[in-house]
């Protein structure tokens, strides 16, 4: 049986219903216990206001981990992870229990009616590329976050 290689992965999460936080640290754990999958690293966690959205601030964190599962086993893993966190889609942008989000998948270029990487909006986002410059500083212009100054972001301790 042919090994597949490790794949570097960062991933983008966040909630704004009920325990925010909580949902987001048990995201994370749930992601580090997939098969397949290594854990790296996980951002600082940043509160933010909804984009193109309503409802509370957000809660958001990027995390890095190495999987050797394709693309859209992962993808299936992320919705399960969010289903058991109750997430429910009722209309776009509706406020979350739970949101995964598929970043980058190495250097795979995806665009298909499931899944589109890199993530299509993922520079539009103060709540993805703040974190993720916590990780990975290579993927993030400075012009990017400048780009981003009037979206309101805070750093949790």
């Avoid at 289903?83 to 429910?88: H, K, L, M, P, T």
Wanted: hydrophobic share 40%; charged share 25%.
């Amino acid at each position: 049986m042919l090994q597949r290689n490790w794949v570097s992965v960062y991933v983008g999460l966040g909630a704004n219903l009920g325990d925010a936080q909580q949902a987001v640290e048990a995201a994370v754990e749930a992601i580090g216990k997939l098969p397949n999958t290594q854990l790296l690293g996980c951002s600082s966690f940043y509160r933010s206001a909804p984009v193109d959205a309503s409802g509370p601030d957000y809660i958001n964190a990027v995390i890095h981990i190495e999987s050797r599962s394709n693309a859209y086993d992962l993808l299936r893993a992320f919705q399960a992870i969010e289903n058991s966190a109750g997430r429910e889609r009722p209309y776009r942008h509706a406020p979350r229990t739970l949101d995964i989000d598929m970043l980058l998948y190495g250097s795979a270029r995806i665009d298909s009616t499931e899944l589109t990487v890199p993530h299509p909006r993922m520079r539009e986002r103060a709540f993805v590329m703040r974190p993720l410059a916590d990780l990975a500083p290579k993927w993030v212009a400075l012009e990017d976050l400048q780009k981003l100054g009037d979206q309101v972001i805070q750093k949790l301790d």
